[in-house]
């Protein structure tokens, strides 16, 4: 079941989000990866403006995604599935919801250019990579110099009714 995360969800978010980016580990530079990867004050910034929905199996959620609408674009923000419902459809049902609430001509997501599991899904979507990663990670997100340095920006072009 697909729903809206709540402020109730924060726990659960935490777990999820720090469990699913242990795959980050030896795979994006040493100097971006940290336990937790993301701390519990970070999220609670996080929820604050991005809305998050979640797979729920057996009334447990397993699996995030974020909406942030910003400018005039919307950001897939903090897509992360617990290991074990890996590779069973969850973050594609997510991303296919967040599509649906997009209202902006341009849906993008950034990621870390070494996590080639993260790019090949995005790509398999539609996602293609966009040139000016460096002026749309500085527009839209905020985020360290290093991490701008060793991520992308994926995008995909939405039909928006007028």
């Not at 590779?87 to 997009?102: H, V």
């Not at 990579?129 to 460096?134: C, V």
């Amino acid at each position: 079941m697909l729903r809206e995360c709540r402020p109730k969800d924060a726990d659960k978010l935490y777990q999820i989000i720090n469990e699913a980016a242990k795959a980050y580990e030896g795979a994006i530079p040493d100097d971006c990866y940290h336990k937790p990867y993301m701390p519990a004050d970070e999220l609670e910034q996080e929820m604050a403006r991005v809305t998050f929905y979640g797979w729920e199996a057996d009334g447990e959620l397993v699996g995030v995604m974020g909406l942030e609408a910003i400018k005039d674009t919307t950001l897939i923000r903090h897509a992360y599935v617990l290991p074990q419902w890996q590779k069973q459809g969850i973050a594609s049902r997510l991303l296919e919801y967040l599509k649906d609430l997009t209202v902006t001509p341009q849906l993008l997501v950034g990621t870390w250019a070494d996590a080639s599991w993260a790019l090949d899904f995005y790509q398999r979507r539609g996602f293609r990579f966009l040139p000016d990663k460096d002026r749309l990670l500085g527009t839209y997100w905020d985020i360290s110099p290093r991490q701008v340095e060793t991520s992308v920006v994926l995008g995909l072009d939405m039909e928006v009714e007028a």
